[in-house]
């Protein structure tokens, strides 16, 4: 620990008086670019250990019947390397860098709630340490990334391994809607003056964009992690028979899983749209299309999981839809390459280590994309689906492109982040040893799963061909450890003994990079104005400036209060969990079932709390408008009242439950009874942290607090609190309603 | 009857369809004269026509669900869309009662439009009673304009802007996606009368489950498929259509190649 701290320390990251206290200058920290800096590190620490565990996968697939790993052990290795490159890899490396990049990029000071931004960060250690914790806690999960029920549930992993893989995950999951809650709230509340949504720098736009992709998706999974946990702690059975579906847990997940490719897709498109152009010395071909094709690949994405499942015998009808609308997701995605590749046309063409890495993932993308496109025919697909075509496929857009672009980021921006340049000869040494690795271990996996090895096998028979070309893989696999050591080792040396990387070294024109390398805690002293995209291209060419991108007034200059815009993003996310939950309880309502069902249920008592709690809606607009007339007490009054009648509610939703317990009704009674429990069970939950929110604002307001100042907080909290009432109508039509009139 | 005989006899030439065509036609005229905005409005006229004349319409009457829902999508999404483009863009709609021009209105039109009329019991009856098979065929006539409105008026400042209307948009296609969603998965039948025939008037029974191999499941499915999929992509490409608008303003001559 101490030689990163020294290594830091060196790069100039802290000034003297926090060196005394490095430790706590790291723990305690909520600047935005020193939180960047703690998500990469993690990141990479932990793709040390996914590394190791991909090494050892690749050991153990080596020759043919080899007995280097017990299966189960090959099982929890293949579930955790794959859980930990996306979750605890990709995801947090990402969302550091942009959290370290956005801010500057848009002039910021900071991001919008640094506090958030802290917190969000340090669930990704706690998530991945109860995921790892796993192994000390009678095995790690051994049901793959993807956990399909019913292998996943008790009678199957009796194991605590996929309690932890759950529970890790939800930690995980909030932490990601937590930092893209703060993404969306800090590029349209905190940008520079001049930088209006249409000047945005595309690398901001993409994160921007994407994070509406996060706060949408995360929620899916979470809500099928509650389910998955519920059944397995509760006895429930959602994804179990009698009457539960192990298709639904692949619908949940796919309907999260599919995005969250794009989730982590979107922020690798975004570095080579920021790269690309630097080392062309050109401005991005077409910046709409890249920018408006980022918006249609991440609302595309969201409607097209369906074929992932081609073979779980979903049916020919439903097959046909999805072959069609998956195939179209190649165009904008075809748009951005054509594009990316339009840039580097008639540009003068500079090959360092972040263009190669670049121009790599640029080429090993198109290979992804044409055996994307292959899958999406559902025919092809059942024939390759569970073969190595399918895992060459994906790696080729993980590592082949995701690993590119972030290694290519990081040769780019670290100089930006230490001040110091890494070593050009070591970077083009690990960038060749990269791909040579790379395509040797994946390449010649498409001809594997072709010739029929089917993956998720911890060992295989000597068929021909195979036990060569598994060879060949595992060698190259050793090509990108070398490679990924020689990159640390080059971050280590060069931040020691680096070339001083001064401002602008890439000579590039965003923003980031008219500040000091390191940039100060502030960010920046002063800003170059800002009339274009490339604002430090006018500057370096006051006689021929980019054309000014015209502003359109109130849209472009939109900046809304943040803790509303906050707010607003995180009412959106549970939209999605909610949506997830209603589905499922009508779905698995659509029968009667033996046992309690929802005609038990008084409607009457109900009904009256649920006047209640809509009239709850009214009280906290009209403490909002004494809040606005600058009456206290009147708001006050009307806040308390508030408080009273969520509180009836919650009395009365707590009468109900008691009632059903004791006429012997629990959560494991039948699915009604389960997804009743879930579903009000959890608005229930976001009655009580609305509850507790409130009594924050009461007390501080009767701490005379709201007098002082703007005070935003009792709008956020009504909006939320109007949107808790907006999922009752819902919840009380759908449970109590619905049954009884159909 | 055969497919052959069936596509050949089975249209509807409803007289009021083909009166109300007419009017809409000759009152576009009178109004507007023919500029060239009227290829939209002849376009939606024969959309308009083809879904309520052509086969189609005879599948929805009583036959299968499906057909019901593509007519339904059509009319509710593309002829009121295509109307509103007909109109000329200085045509202000100022003229609207507030509560009418308020977005959320329009949001509830739309999508209450899709939730409303599958209702069991109003599904089977729109089959059932002609009087409610023409009340639904205005009803979605009239609630789709008020959605579209939102988004393609004719003037641009009385459209939502670009990043609002993306909001409408996708929100409105999750909304009807979700019931999409439960049409295709779900166990019960949701409109009963397409699975049992109250009387098969063209004797098309035999050819719709054995020739084409339609069974009620998966006319079902092919519905809620509809409106799962296809039609998100109308409220998709409405979106694209906005973000192209949002950048549409940016200067478009910039220099091919600079150099430092």
């Known amino acids: 620990m101490n030689e990163i701290a020294t290594v830091l320390d060196r790069a100039g990251i802290l000034t003297p008086e926090q060196r005394e206290h490095w430790k706590m200058a790291w723990l305690s920290t909520v600047d935005h670019k020193r939180i960047g800096i703690l998500y990469m590190v993690t990141g990479l620490v932990f793709f040390v250990f996914g590394g190791i565990e991909a090494l050892l996968i690749r050991l153990q697939l080596a020759v043919p019947n080899n007995t280097l790993l017990h299966p189960d052990t090959y099982n929890m290795v293949f579930t955790m390397h794959g859980t930990t490159m996306i979750f605890l890899v990709a995801m947090p490396v990402l969302f550091g860098l942009a959290n370290y990049i956005v801010p500057l990029q848009i002039g910021a000071r900071d991001m919008a709630f640094p506090r958030l931004n802290a917190f969000s960060f340090w669930l990704v250690p706690f998530g991945g340490i109860l995921l790892h914790f796993s192994f000390l806690a009678g095995g790690a999960p051994a049901v793959g990334w993807f956990a399909y029920a019913p292998l996943s549930e008790t009678p199957y992993s009796s194991q605590p391994g996929v309690d932890y893989w759950a529970l890790s995950l939800l930690v995980l999951g909030i932490g990601s809607v937590g930092a893209n809650i703060n993404f969306i709230a800090t590029v349209l509340c905190s940008r520079a003056p001049h930088m209006t949504l249409r000047r945005l720098p595309l690398f901001s736009w993409m994160i921007f964009v994407n994070a509406f992709l996060v706060i949408l998706a995360l929620p899916v999974l979470n809500a099928g992690l509650v389910m998955l946990l519920i059944d397995r702690l509760l006895n429930t059975h959602f994804f179990l028979v009698p009457g539960g579906s192990a298709i639904m847990w692949q619908h949940i997940f796919w309907a999260f899983g599919h995005p969250e490719v794009y989730i982590v897709a979107i922020p690798a498109f975004a570095i080579l749209s920021e790269i690309i152009p630097v080392f062309s010395r050109k401005p991005i071909f077409g910046y709409e299309f890249v920018a408006g094709s980022t918006v249609a690949i991440a609302f595309l994405s969201l409607g097209v999981w369906a074929h992932h499942m081609f073979t779980t015998g979903l049916g020919h009808t439903v097959d046909l839809f999805f072959v069609a609308s998956s195939m179209l997701i190649a165009i904008p995605t075809g748009v951005k390459v054509l594009n990316w590749s339009a840039t580097m046309i008639g540009g003068r063409l500079r090959f360092d280590t972040p263009m190669l890495f670049c121009v790599a993932a640029l080429v090993q993308f198109l290979v992804a994309g044409l055996t994307g496109v292959s899958h999406a025919s559902a025919a092809l697909d059942w024939q390759t689906k569970n073969s190595y075509y399918l895992v060459a496929h994906f790696h080729f857009v993980f590592v082949g492109l995701i690993v590119f672009t972030i290694l290519g980021a990081l040769h780019y921006w670290i100089p930006k982040m230490s001040g110091r340049m890494l070593s050009e000869r070591l970077g083009k040494w690990s960038f060749w040893l990269m791909v040579v690795g790379f395509n040797m271990t994946f390449i010649i996996q498409h001809f594997l799963g072709l010739a029929g090895m089917p993956r998720r096998v911890y060992t295989y028979a000597d068929l021909p061909g195979w036990a060569w070309m598994n060879m060949v893989s595992t060698i190259g696999a050793f090509f990108m450890a070398a490679a990924s050591l020689l990159f640390v080792w080059n971050l280590i040396v060069s931040l020691l003994h680096g070339r001083k990387a001064g401002d602008n070294p890439w000579k590039a024109w965003t923003l980031e990079w008219a500040t000091t390398s390191p940039p100060p805690h502030e960010n920046f002293h002063n800003l170059p104005p800002i009339r274009s995209r490339r604002p430090l291209w006018d500057v370096a060419n006051p006689d021929r400036p980019d054309p000014v991108v015209g502003s359109r007034g109130d849209i472009d200059q939109f900046r809304p209060e943040r803790n509303k815009t906050s707010i607003v993003a995180f009412i959106i996310s549970e939209t999605g969990f909610f949506t997830v939950l209603i589905l499922a309880f009508l779905y698995y309502n659509a029968t009667p079932q033996p046992g309690p069902n929802p005609h038990e249920l008084d409607l009457f008592k109900t009904g009256l709390f649920s006047v209640c709690l809509f009239a709850s809606s009214f009280t906290i607009w009209r403490a909002e408008t004494g809040l606005r007339h600058n009456n206290q007490r009147r708001m006050i009054g009307w806040l308390s009242a508030t408080i009273v009648l969520g509180g009836i509610f919650i009395g009365g939703q707590g009468l109900e439950y008691w009632h059903l317990f004791k006429s012997g009704v629990g959560v494991n009674s039948n699915l009604f009874a389960t997804t009743f429990f879930t579903l009000t069970g959890f608005h229930g939950l976001h009655v009580c942290v609305g509850l507790i929110a409130l009594f924050v604002l009461l007390g501080l307001a009767l701490a005379g607090d709201s007098k002082k100042r703007p005070w935003p907080g009792l709008d956020a909290i009504g909006l939320y609190w109007h949107f808790v009432d907006v999922v009752w109508v819902v919840v009380l039509s759908v449970v109590y309603i619905l049954p009884r009139i159909r | ?260």
Request: aromatic share 14%.
């Open chain 2, 1 to 260: 009857m055969s497919t052959e005989q069936f596509l050949f006899s089975a249209w509807t030439w409803n007289p009021v369809v083909l009166i109300a065509a007419g009017i809409g036609l000759a009152v576009y005229l009178f109004a507007f004269r023919a500029e060239r905005r009227i290829g939209w409005f002849l376009l939606a006229l024969a959309v308009f026509l083809l879904t309520l004349v052509s086969p189609i319409n005879s599948l929805a009457d009583g036959y299968l669900f499906s057909a019901h829902m593509l007519q339904h999508i059509v009319l509710l999404l593309i002829v009121p869309g295509l109307l509103l483009l007909s109109l000329p863009r200085s045509l202000s709609l100022s003229w609207r009662p507030r509560i009418l021009a308020r977005p959320l209105t329009g949001w509830i039109a739309g999508v209450g439009a899709m939730w409303f009329w599958h209702w069991p019991t109003l599904c089977n009856a729109a089959v059932t009673w002609r009087s409610v098979y023409a009340l639904q065929t205005i009803s979605l006539l009239v609630l789709g304009t008020l959605f579209w409105g939102q988004i393609i008026a004719p003037r641009d400042e009385e459209r939502l802007s670009p990043p609002g209307a993306v909001l409408y948009l996708f929100s409105a296609c999750v909304a009807c996606s979700s019931l999409g969603i439960i049409l295709t998965f779900s166990p019960v039948t949701v409109c009963s009368i397409y699975t049992m025939p109250v009387s098969d008037r063209l004797g098309m029974w035999e050819t719709i489950r054995t020739g084409w191999r339609f069974t009620a499941e998966k006319d079902q499915q092919i519905g809620g498929l509809l409106m799962w999929v296809p039609m998100c992509f109308i409220y998709l490409g409405a979106i694209f259509a906005q973000i192209a608008r949002w950048f549409g303003e940016a200067p478009a001559a910039r220099p091919v190649t600079q150099q430092t």
